[in-house]
Structures are given as structure tokens and as C-alpha cells.
Nanobody, 117 residues
Framework: QVQLAESGGGSVQAGGSLRLSCPAS????MAWFRQAPGKEREAVAG???????SYAASVKGRFTISQDNAKNTLYLQMDSLKPEDTAVYYC???????????????WGQGTQVTVSS
């Protein structure tokens, strides 16, 4: 059974930074999603096995997705955080291509990120 587990969430003031981590290896596509209260889950960033990355317009230039193949870990570096970034953040992955546009099949339980003004 595939298990993904995010870590690194927490509370930070606006303008601060956090780095999320998710041990994951062997996937063709990995991504970060988030879901704020009362809103739909949305894709934040994705990366495929060729290293191609994509970002939601709302986080481009502030967030960086990366993977450390030596540590088999997916990261999301979040800088210049805003209150509207407050959400539960999920690590997701798939053995097929196309994510995050195509919803990945495997998900973590989520980690809370809270940004105060």
C-alpha cells in the first residue's frame, strides 16, 4: 500500500517561510495540493520524472517544488507567505504522467499551514 506522509507544516507570520517534505520515490509525477476551509482542493505545484515543474499562478515566484533523489523526498519551499496561503497541504503522486492536471491516485493525510497577518 502506498503511503505518503507530509511534514513541515506550522504557523508563521505573513512574509515568512516554511518547507514541506514528503518522502516519495519511484513515481512519474509528484505534486502538492492544498485545501482551504470552504474551498475546493487545488493544485499548487507539480514535478515529473524529467524535472519539468509547474505552478499555480497564485504561488509562482514564491513557492519552489523540488525533489532530492538521494533522499527520496519531495519538497515544497514556501517563501513570502500570505494569509491566503493558509490551508491543509497535501503531497500526491502517481506512477503515470499528467499530474497535477490529472488527479494523482496516491495522497498523504495533509499538513496544516497557517499564515497570520
Amino acid at each position: 500500500q502506498v503511503q505518503l506522509a507530509e511534514s513541515g507544516g506550522g504557523s508563521v507570520q505573513a512574509g515568512g517561510s516554511l518547507r514541506l517534505s514528503c518522502p516519495a520515490s519511484g513515481y512519474i509525477c509528484m505534486a502538492w495540493f492544498r485545501q482551504a476551509p470552504g474551498k475546493e482542493r487545488e493544485a499548487v505545484a507539480g514535478i515529473d520524472s524529467d524535472g519539468y515543474v509547474s505552478y499555480a499562478a497564485s504561488v509562482k515566484g514564491r513557492f519552489t517544488i523540488s525533489q532530492d533523489n538521494a533522499k527520496n523526498t519531495l519538497y515544497l519551499q514556501m517563501d513570502s507567505l500570505k494569509p491566503e496561503d493558509t490551508a491543509v497541504y497535501y503531497c500526491a503522486a502517481d506512477y503515470g504522467s499528467g499530474c497535477p492536471n490529472l488527479r494523482p491516485r496516491f495522497w498523504g493525510q495533509g499538513t496544516q499551514v497557517t499564515v497570520s497577518s
